[in-house]
């Protein structure tokens, strides 16, 4: 079975082919950037426009990569919620038009539950659920237990910024690019994580949900403290920074996964979402993991962060359980 898959929720336009849910025939991603780099964030309107023009392109190359034409397609599948709403219309209502046109099911899929599915396309099915999924993405930051490909009970989210937010909010306060998490990566690996002791937001004894808020703050405070005493920060300092807010944000999101673990003692932990491309994070979650019967997934950075592909594979699951969309659906911001 060919499903077509088509991701706008944020500022990655993408549309991918998967056969059977699991055999990636292409996977097209295009990146907004460039267009939202000297705002330091996405621009919510500049991304729907970016949308308009390129998704169907998206879909012309993704056909062309799986050697496939459009006729060959069996279902749709899009990524209906979270979202920007006007980015999810482009994506909900491009789906809608090729479902109808082709007469095919169309498949509304939960982008969040697709970051988790991501780990699937990569190891097939040696991966088998329960798991306990971290999931940590530039809008969200939350810890699932997950059933099966399509059911996911919520344990934990955060109260306040997402964890790659936060990386990005503190990239920025260092005048690093956008996005900001692979550049607090990059520079970080120059300082030392036990330079600044910023706090590790745990919030009450056995919550397993996230604050970021008041790290970023920390961070804040003591970069205005330093640039108070000395001017301009060095090279040196800009990267301790970085660092020892990284293993801030790691610590938190290693124990509370931990943590689940304990209360849910499955054998998978399933990491998803763009942030899980920080390398910081996967080694210190697979430590953690070491003396534990316990194996982690993760998928390849191209599938970490917002791509079609996720989108198509877990609408194949979606289809198997019957969960079909009618034309009517609607995206839920
Ligand atoms: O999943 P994603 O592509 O989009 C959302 O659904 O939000 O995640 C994007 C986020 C951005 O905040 C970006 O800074 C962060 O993932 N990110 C990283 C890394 N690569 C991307 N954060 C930390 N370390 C990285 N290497
Ligand atoms: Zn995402």
Known sequence: MLILGIETTCDET????????????????????RLHLRFGGVVPEIACRAHVEAV?????????????????????????TPGLIGALLIGLTSAKTLAWLLKVPLLAVNHLHAHIFASKLEFGHSLQFPTISLLVSGG??????????????????????????????????????????????????????????????????????????????????HYQGLQKIKGRLSKKEIADI???????????????????????????????????CNSRLRNRLAQALENVPVRLYYPPPVLCTDNAAMVAGLGYYEYLEKNLASLEVEAVA
């Open 14 to 33: 993408s549309a991918a082919v998967v056969e059977d849910g699991l055999i990636l025939r292409s996977n097209i991603v295009s990146t907004q950037e």
């Open 56 to 80: 169907l392109p998206a879909v012309d190359r993704a056909l062309e990569d799986a050697r496939i034409i459009l006729r060959e397609i069996d279902a749709i599948a899009v990524a209906t």
């Open 242 to 276: 970085a660092a020892s807010f990284q293993e801030a944000v790691v610590d938190v999101l290693v124990n509370k996964t931990l943590l689940a673990l304990e209360r849910h003692p499955v054998k998978g932990v399933v990491l998803g979402g763009g942030v899980a």
């Open 140 to 221: 969200h930051t939350s810890l699932y237990l997950s059933q099966s490909e399509t059911q996911h009970l919520l344990l934990g989210a955060t109260l306040d910024d997402a964890v790659g937010e936060a990386f990005d909010k503190v990239a920025k306060l260092l005048g690093l690019a956008y996005p900001g998490g692979p550049e607090i990566e990059r520079i970080a690996q120059e300082g030392d994580p036990t330079a600044v002791p910023f706090p590790r937001p745990y919030l009450e004894p056995g919550s397993l949900d996230f604050s970021f808020s008041g790290l970023k703050t920390a961070v804040l405070y």
